[in-house]
């Protein structure tokens, strides 16, 4: 199995000869004038999430036709569309208290993505605090809290054990998680964004699976929101050779036994990701941020 978070490239790579998956529901709809791909992707019970090696709830794929497109002319439509999805994912979202964390290590670019979304977070709880419930409902404001916790070898504790803290004693009604993914299509990466009801297990795509956070560990609902930025260095190689060699009429048990042959442990063990990345996940950051902000606190809230 090809390592990757998205839910999407999972169930395309169960083979059912365009068959429904019993237990999984996809819906595939395309915003041509955006250049936008949405697939929404329910994982209705036990017998779904057994196939789909996934928790059961819903997965919303917001693909764009380049990163280009996301990072131009199309950037404040991509923030809109992506605040409707939240919003479809917590249809009640503007009546609750929130606690945004950003995963994955600033120091690292590729890893970076949720320090950068929080950065760029607009927090209200300390104003609500300050200034009191009229304030807040005169400016039409969530209370919002962030965090960027860091990663394990930083500060020597689970992420899960940093924000369950957190979570006790500012006690929100939602978490929000923002992390870096790994993919298993080159395309996909810095130009896609999935976004889940069911929480997320930190570094699952790239094999270092920490605690995980959802609804079960914390005690409120999770809403996982990510980007792939990086791609497992194998499959690159898998799928060049698998190409090749079909090219040239081996059977799919040929490839599949040869790639096996020559496949090396320590190229299971790198991860890439483009050149550009640097200014990819600033890019994503801002788009994530900017449709956060705009749920939580509205553009014409001071106006």
Do not use: W
């Not at 390592?3 to 999407?8: F, M, N, S």
């Not at 019970?45 to 196939?51: E, N, P, R, V, Y």
């Not at 009640?92 to 950065?119: H, M, Q, W, Y």
Request: hydrophobic share 40%; net charge negative; with cysteine.
């Amino acid at each position: 199995m090809k390592r990757t978070d998205l839910a999407l490239e999972v169930r395309e790579s169960i083979p059912e000869d365009d068959k429904e998956v019993k237990g999984v529901v996809l819906e595939k709809d395309r915003d041509s004038e955006n250049g936008i791909e949405i697939t929404r992707l329910v994982i209705k019970d036990l017998q779904g999430a057994k196939a789909m090696g996934k928790p059961v709830g819903t997965y919303i794929t917001v693909e764009a036709d380049s990163i280009e497109d996301m990072q131009g002319k199309y950037e404040q439509r991509y923030i809109d569309k992506l605040q409707c999805y939240i919003k479809e994912l917590v249809p009640d979202i503007c009546d609750k208290s929130v606690f945004i964390v950003g995963l994955g290590n600033r120091e690292v670019t590729p890893d970076a993505l949720g320090p950068k979304v929080i950065d760029e977070i607009f927090t209200t709880r300390h104003l609500i605090r300050e200034f009191g419930e009229e304030f807040k409902v005169k400016h039409n404001m969530n209370t919002v809290t962030a965090l960027a916790p860091g990663v394990m070898a930083q500060t020597g504790m689970e992420t899960k054990e940093i924000v369950k803290g957190i979570i006790d004693e500012v006690r929100p009604d939602l978490m929000i998680v923002i992390d870096a993914l790994a993919a298993r299509s080159v395309k996909r990466l810095n130009c896609t964004i999935q976004l889940t009801d069911t929480g997320i297990s930190p570094g699952s795509g790239v094999g270092n699976n920490r605690n995980a956070l959802n609804k079960e560990s914390l005690g409120i609902p999770v809403v996982a929101i990510g980007v792939p930025t990086v791609v497992d260095a194998g499959t690159i190689v898998e799928d060049q050779l698998e190409q090749a060699l079909k090219a040239q009429g081996y059977s799919e048990q040929e490839i599949y036994t040869f790639i096996n042959e020559i496949n090396q442990k320590q190229v299971r063990n790198m991860f890439v990701t483009p050149n550009d990345v640097d200014e990819a996940v600033r890019h994503m950051s801002f788009i994530i941020a900017e449709a956060l902000n705009d749920c939580f606190v509205p553009k014409n809230s001071y106006e």
